[in-house]
Structures are given as structure tokens and as C-alpha cells.
């Protein structure tokens, strides 16, 4: 079956995005590093914290450290997207072009999941060499599959606030301001199960929540996480994102038809 | 600086960050670390964000803006200059570290002595000083980058290391001790520190004296770098390189 005219189009901006997110990468790449330097101290101050407390805790602060480091990337690349184009003045040329938005965005949250995991792997090898023996990793595959997979899930919520962001001029001030209340939410460098109780739902609302539960689960022997295990993590991690990934589609449609109707963009 | 980004750096930020390294701490059951110290730490440690990111990125803003031309030639007052782009951040880094202290205090039950007012009010002015020369001396050397931000990241955060936020000075390698020494974040940290514990006046008076010397040097650093780089940026014209 030949693809429509739609589906060439959609395919095209996809890739025109995504090829656009690369070239500026490329030209400027030291963005990387505002999104690494916080994770790498973070990640250290942890590790000095943790001296003493067994070798199985030098990975909550390389987990920890590698979960910020991503989640910076798609915060500030994925979350920034919409906010980028309200600055340059391109996100109501972009909305009422005949491609749906969410293909644009779709093109930069792709590079910045790629770019993500490599700040990532970065971030995971400063403070594996500032710990200075073999990292305990127990089956390295599981780890490097489920790490990826923290970003998937990261990228999902990235793409969520993507498409919220449309509605709103205070992106910034929302990025700042929750990034220190995600990390805790989500117990990016803890367990979630020493958050106060009432606070767990809110947690698990999140996608990461799961996902680096099951991670921790599978990287530390004795792990005393979420009180169903591994596997129920799993699934949880997946639904969620699934649920992330089925929202942001729903709201990015919805959103563009609303401002194209209303044609008050330019309020926001 | 809008009022958004003055409310959450004041009131917003400083409790999501000292939430986070107290759940850290608590995890990491650190005799070295318990959670008041690391939560006081990282109380004084917030007014990073108002004296160093937001000093540091005016120049920035200036640059986006097209004014940093206009200022390099008018013939204001240098001075006034200098220490008008410093009283704003001033008075935000006063209101964080104070609300963060009192967080500190509500929250986390940290120790606090009615009599250990006035010692960690001036504390926390003297920091608040000192860190904004520091995030100055900074701006001046953003002048010449074409972005401050990846400088503004690693001082934002430095501090959280090397100053003794979180764990005591003492337990780094010597040479990043001695980094963290250069700080003025180290000496006012310890300062506040000192002030909270109703230490004498003995012990608190050189620690003073280290924050303001660190003030001073770095208002002085700051105002003789603006000033080299100004002459350079007249003398060849090339600002608008950077």
C-alpha cells in the first residue's frame, strides 16, 4: 500500500525536525553540559554522602546522577520545545502549517531522548571513575536496556509538558522551579518508599517512578523498594508511559484545533 | 528579574532542595552528615541561585538585549553601575537564605537559639555580600564568553561540594579542599553555621572577618575585571564578537 500525502508529509516534517534538532546539537553541542553539571556534582555530593554505607549505594548516586542528566536533557529539550518556538516567534507559523504539530516536536524529542542517554552514560562514567573500582552492576545488559528505558519514560513526561507548555508563557519558571520537586517525587537519588506515605500516589503518577524502581530493584541485591517487586514495577513503568504517550497525542491534537479555532496563540 | 522567577527562588526552591539532600542524607545515614547539617548547608547554599546564576546571566541579557554596547559608552558612574546590578540580587539572596533558614527551623527542627538572632543576621548579610561580589566577578568574565550559562551552572552548583554544604570540608581531597577554601560560600555557610550554634564571639568574629574579606576581594576582583574589559572592548571595538 502506497502512503498517503498525509502520512509524506508527516514523515518529512518528522524528519525535518529531527535532522534540524541534530545540525543545532552539532553546531553548539556544549548544551549539553548545563544539562550534565548538576547531575555530576549531585552524583558526587551523594557519593561522599554514601562512603561507608557498602558498595551497593554507589549506585543509587550513579543511578540518581544518570535519571537527572536525562531528565534535564528532555525537560529543557523536550519540555523547552514549544517555549523555544513562542521565543523565535515560529510556533504559530508552525501550528497552522498542514502537518500536526506533534510531528515537529515528535522530531526534537527523538534527538533529545538520543542525546539524553548520552549525557547519561557521561554522567554514569565521571562518577563511576570518581568511585574508582568496577562498578557493582550485577547483569550489565538488564541495566543498559532498563537505563534506556528510564529515558523513554522520562521523554514521555517531557513530551506531556511539550504540549502544556503551548497554553502557558511560564515554561521556564515551570522547568526551574519543579525540577528539585521532580528528583524527590520520583526519588530520583532514594527510594520513593521514604517519601511520607500520602505522597506515594502523587509519585506514582509519574512514569520514572516505576521505571527507576524496577532499575534499582534490578541493579541492587536487597533493594527495599516499592512493596510489589520487579516485575509489577515493570509493568507499571510501561502503562504509565503508555498512558504519557497516549495524553500528550490526545492534548497536542486538541490543543492545536483549540488555539487554530480560537486563534488567541499569541495570548499566551 | 520577574516576579515569578523572585518568588520561586525564594520560597519554592529552597525547600524542594533541602527536601532532596535530607532524603539523601537520611538514606545515607552519614554520622558526618546528619540531616540538620546537611539541611542548613544547603539552606545558605540556595542563595546561589539569586547571587551567582541571575548576577551572572545580566550580562547575558545585556548582550541579548543590545544594551551592553550602550552601557560600555555612557558615561555613568562605574561604581553606581556596579553595585546597582548588586542590590537587587542583595536583597533576593537575603530573603532566600532567611526563608530557607526558617524552613530549616519549622520543618527540619533544627536547633535555634532566640539569642543566635543577631549573630546569624550578620551571617547571613555578609554572605549575602559576599556572593553577590562573587556572582559579579563572574559576570565580568561571562563579558568575554558568548554565553554565561555553562559558567553560572558549574558555580550554581560547585558550592554544593566543595563548600561544606553537605558534608565537612575535611573529608575532601586536599587540593579540592583547598579550592573549596577560595569559596565564599565555605566561609558563610560556616559563619551561619557558627551563628545557629550560639558559638562565641570569638569563633564567629574570624569567620566574619574570612566572609567579608572574601566580599571585598571579590567586588574588587569584580570591578577591576569589568574595568579591564571595558578599556579592551573600547580600545578594539570587539564586544560584539562574544
Redesign the interface.
Known amino acids: 500500500m502506497r502512503p498517503t500525502l498525509a502520512s509524506r508529509n508527516r514523515s518529512r516534517s518528522l524528519f525535518a525536525s529531527l535532522r534540524l534538532a541534530i545540525l543545532s546539537f552539532v553546531a553548539d553541542p556544549q548544551w549539553l553540559v548545563p544539562s550534565m553539571i548538576a547531575p555530576v556534582i549531585f552524583g558526587l555530593v551523594s557519593f561522599e554522602l554514601f562512603k561507608g554505607s557498602g558498595p551497593w549505594f554507589v549506585l543509587y548516586a550513579i543511578l540518581g546522577a544518570g535519571m537527572m542528566s536525562m531528565w534535564g536533557q528532555t525537560l529543557y529539550g523536550s519540555g523547552w520545545a514549544t517555549g523555544q518556538d513562542r521565543e523565535l516567534g515560529t510556533l504559530e507559523p508552525t501550528l497552522s502549517a498542514p502537518t500536526p504539530y506533534l510531528y515537529v516536536v515528535l522530531g526534537r524529542v527523538i534527538w533529545n531522548t538520543v542525546s539524553g542517554l548520552l549525557g547519561g552514560a557521561i554522567v554514569f562514567v565521571v562518577v563511576a571513575l570518581s568511585y574508582g573500582r568496577p562498578v557493582p552492576l550485577q547483569d550489565p545488559l538488564s541495566f543498559v536496556l532498563l537505563f534506556a528505558f528510564v529515558m523513554v519514560s522520562l521523554a514521555s513526561v517531557g513530551i506531556v509538558f511539550s504540549a502544556a507548555y503551548v497554553y502557558t508563557r511560564y515554561a521556564g519558571f515551570v522547568q526551574n522551579i519543579g525540577e528539585f520537586a521532580f528528583y524527590v517525587g520520583t526519588g530520583c537519588m532514594f527510594p520513593v518508599v521514604l517519601l511520607p506515605f500520602w505522597s506515594n500516589p502523587i509519585s506514582l503518577v509519574f512514569p520514572p517512578t516505576w521505571a527507576l524502581d524496577a532499575l534499582r530493584y534490578a541493579a541492587i541485591p536487597g533493594y527495599q523498594g516499592l512493596p510489589w517487586g520487579f516485575g509489577w514495577d515493570l509493568v507499571g513503568a510501561v502503562a504509565t508511559t503508555c498512558v504519557y504517550l497516549a495524553i500528550a497525542g490526545t492534548v497536542f491534537v486538541r490543543v492545536e484545533r483549540h488555539v487554530l479555532e480560537v486563534g488567541n496563540l499569541s495570548d499566551y | 528579574m ?1 516576579i ?2 523572585i518568588l ?1 527562588t525564594i520560597f ?2 529552597p525547600l ?2 533541602m ?3 535530607a ?8 554520622p558526618t ?1 546528619s540531616i540538620a547539617y ?1 539541611v542548613v548547608g544547603n539552606a545558605v547554599a540556595t542563595v546561589t541561585y539569586s547571587s551567582i546564576f541571575s548576577v551572572c546571566q545580566t550580562t547575558d541579557n545585556e548582550k541579548q538585549a543590545g544594551t551592553m554596547e550602550h552601557i560600555l559608552v555612557s558615561p555613568a558612574n562605574r561604581m553606581a553601575l556596579y553595585f546597582g546590578r548588586g542590590l537587587v540580587p542583595i536583597l533576593i539572596s537575603l530573603a532566600t537564605v532567611s526563608v530557607a533558614l526558617t524552613y530549616a527551623v519549622v520543618l527540619f527542627h533544627v536547633a535555634f537559639a532566640p539569642s543566635a538572632v543577631v549573630p546569624l543576621a550578620i551571617s547571613i548579610v555578609l554572605t549575602a555580600f559576599a556572593m553577590v561580589g562573587f556572582g559579579l566577578l563572574l559576570g565580568g568574565v561571562a563579558l568575554y564568553l558568548r ?1 554565561s ?2 559558567l553560572g ?2 558555580f ?3 558550592g ?2 566543595l563548600s561544606g554544604a ?2 565537612p570540608v575535611s ?2 581531597p586536599l587540593p579540592l579542599q583547598w579550592i573549596g577554601r577560595f569559596l565564599p560560600l565555605t566561609w558563610g555557610i560556616a559563619a551561619v553555621r557558627a551563628g545557629l550554634s550560639g558559638a562565641p564571639l570569638s569563633q564567629l568574629l574570624p569567620l566574619w572577618g574570612l566572609v567579608g574579606l572574601c566580599a571585598l576581594v571579590a567586588f574588587g576582583l569584580a570591578i577591576g575585571l569589568w574595568d579591564t574589559f571595558e578599556r579592551r572592548a573600547l580600545a578594539t571595538g570587539s564586544i560584539a564578537r562574544y
Open positions: 520577574r515569578d522567577f520561586g519554592v526552591i524542594t532542595q527536601i532532596f539532600f532524603f539523601v542524607a537520611q538514606l545515607a545515614d552519614n552528615s546537611v554565553t550559562i555553562i551552572n558549574i550554581l552548583f560547585l554544593l561540594l553537605n558534608f573529608s575532601l
